[in-house]
């Protein structure tokens, strides 16, 4: 029992006979010093001035500073610490407070439910190691990549699409591709979106590399569509971009100057809390829509996506978040959530894509609901180009043997 092995931790949690039960555990886990704090505030004090802790175990709610509080006020402190939550909540509210914690930058192990038990505890501290090369993440304050050395890197190119393929749930046909951003950095090799996205989009840089992104994705989906292949591209757009009303003539611009015609490209835009300037967004939005670009939600129920926008927004598509179909099919409150939202979807003539999809057993409820298109591990991992269309071959071939 050494996971907590040379970790300084701090258990916040309000309940007196938890708290010390969780703390007792963690020195018997291996750690040797363990502060405890009543609640977020008093954890924030001990903070101050000290060695900082390692490892924060920390229950929701608590009286003066509750858990999400206390989980905002590390991430705005850049704080390095690895964050278990313990909590009786259910776990539509656990799956939103994950949510937000990455969304706050923070390093999330895990969510345990009460009563906390050794081994639970014991399996999520050991994912401290496992996720400790996140010196990538820029957000967590560890030793990231500047913003300086980001854009030296997107003005050498060094960032390229990997592509992940949607096929239809009805015939398992490749209908396109997401474009996902991967930097291939010099000296760090492949690096992902965490630890680049979030840094471009709080300094307001982050349209170079849409930029870049729309046109390596429209040469290769023109590539793909000069073979014969019949497939569009999607490519992520952030929302703070869509503040400046330009936007959409640049986005535009790129693509067509790659001999790209919008039509087969499919903008994916996640709201965020963010989204303030609602005015320009949606100039841009019907501005694109208009020029033939495909409009996906992405993340969709991840709470930030409202049902308003997607009356207000001209959507062509419907994206459902991995949080939900990820396991929809041994969870019943994720599968009413799918379920649900393919049928919305239907209702309001948007395609329905869901994310995540894992397992034989999730793809089988997608596809007896009648969702349109599966993306996911299950299908395949985001690849390189070429990978990618080796993958389309081969998938290819095999429906044409089963025809
Ligand atoms: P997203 O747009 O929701 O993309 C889906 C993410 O889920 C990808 O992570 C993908 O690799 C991952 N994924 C796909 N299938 C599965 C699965 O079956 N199980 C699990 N657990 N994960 C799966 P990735 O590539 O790390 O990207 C993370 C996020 O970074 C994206 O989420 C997107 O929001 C953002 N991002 C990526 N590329 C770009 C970009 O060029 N521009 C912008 N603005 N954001 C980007
Ligand atoms: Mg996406
Ligand atoms: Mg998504």
């Known amino acids: 029992m050494t996971a907590a ?15 010390r039960t969780v703390a007792r555990m963690l020195r018997s886990l291996g750690a040797p010093e363990v502060r405890e704090a009543r609640d977020g ?9 000290a060695a900082p802790a390692d490892l924060v175990v920390c229950d929701l709610d608590m009286p003066e500073m509750d858990g999400m509080e206390f989980i905002r006020h590390l991430g705005q402190a850049n704080s390095a610490a690895s964050i278990i939550i313990c909590s009786a909540q259910d776990s539509a509210l656990l799956n939103s407070v994950d949510k937000m914690a990455r969304a706050y930058g923070v390093r999330l192990l895990g969510v345990i439910e009460k009563p906390v038990t050794l081994q639970g505890l014991e399996d999520l501290i050991k994912m401290h190691e496992a996720s400790k090369p996140r010196p990538l993440n820029a957000s967590a304050g560890a030793p990231g990549f500047s ?56 300094s307001g840089k982050i349209d170079e590399l849409t930029l870049l992104m729309l046109e390596k994705s429209a040469l290769a989906c023109r590539a793909w ?7 569009v591209v999607s490519v992520n757009l952030s929302l703070v971009s869509l503040a400046d009303t330009m936007v959409a003539d640049r986005i535009t611009d790129t693509v067509r100057s790659a001999g790209f015609d919008p039509r087969y490209m499919i903008l994916e835009i996640t709201e965020t809390a963010a989204m303030t300037e609602v005015a320009p967004a949606l100039e841009n939005l019907a501005r694109l829509r208009m020029r033939g670009f495909g409009l996906s939600v992405d993340d969709y129920g991840t709470g930030f996506s409202s049902l308003r926008q997607l009356t207000r927004v001209p959507f062509s598509e419907l994206k459902i978040d991995q949080s939900f179909v990820t396991g929809c099919a041994a969870n019943p409150s994720s599968r009413a959530i799918v379920e649900s ?31 349109d298109m599966a993306q996911g591990y299950f299908i395949a991992k985001p690849m390189q180009e070429d990978a990618f269309v080796s993958f389309c071959d081969a998938q290819s071939r095999s429906r044409q043997s089963l025809d």
């Open 5 to 19: 092995k040379g970790l300084i931790a701090l258990v916040v949690e309000d309940d007196d006979f938890q708290r």
């Open 41 to 49: 505030k008093q954890a924030l004090a001990s903070m101050q001035g």
């Open 147 to 202: 913003l300086e050395e980001i854009l030296h890197g997107v003005r050498e190119k060094q960032f390229e699409p990997h592509f992940q393929p949607k096929v239809a749930l009805a015939t398992r046909k490749v209908l396109g591709a997401e474009a996902l951003a991967r930097w291939r950095h010099p000296q760090h090799g492949l690096v992902a979106p965490y630890a680049f996205i979030a840094q471009l989009e709080q």
């Open 225 to 231: 569509r000069e073979r014969g292949m019949d497939l």
């Open 341 to 371: 939202s393919i049928e919305m979807a239907r209702r309001l003539e948007l395609k329905s894509v869901a994310e995540g999809v894992e397992t034989q057993a999730e793809w089988d409820v997608l596809q007896a609901t009648g969702c």
